[in-house]
């Protein structure tokens, strides 16, 4: 397993951008397929974007369509950081942001919570004026 943290949440105005960090420990995290979820207050944890790992390459991403040409995830595997580059926010993403490693997934489950074993503690983004 490893252990995540997140940061860069904060209050931004509709069409800005914030930046998303995810700082992880552990050994094997080039091994791990990285998502980002968030959760809206009585709504269900939902998925927003997950990116593959890879020896040779940076990785494969993948977006829900909400947020598919609004958002960047990449990966840095020397850091062992993922980011999540949000851009043209829109008051409907405000939510709490978690970062998830999954180890034994497949690029038609990603989406998928359950699948995750670790996840950060959350970092809470607001878009409003």
């Known amino acids: 397993q490893v252990q995540l943290v997140e940061s860069g949440g904060g209050l931004v105005q509709p069409r800005g951008s914030l930046r998303l960090s995810c700082a992880a420990s552990g050994r094997t995290f080039s091994n791990y397929i990285m998502g980002w979820f968030r959760q809206a207050p009585g709504k269900e944890r939902e998925f927003v974007a997950a990116?593959?790992?890879?020896?040779?390459?940076?990785?494969?991403?993948y977006y829900a369509s909400s947020v598919k040409g609004r958002f960047t995830i990449s990966r840095d595997n020397a850091k062992k950081t993922v980011y999540l580059q949000t851009n043209s926010l829109k008051p409907e993403d405000t939510a709490v942001y978690y970062c998830a490693a999954a180890n034994n997934t497949s690029i038609r489950t990603l989406q998928i919570p359950l699948e995750y074993g670790s996840w950060g503690q959350g970092t809470q983004v607001t878009v409003s004026s």
């Open positions: 990116i593959t790992w890879s020896s040779w390459s940076a990785g494969t991403p």
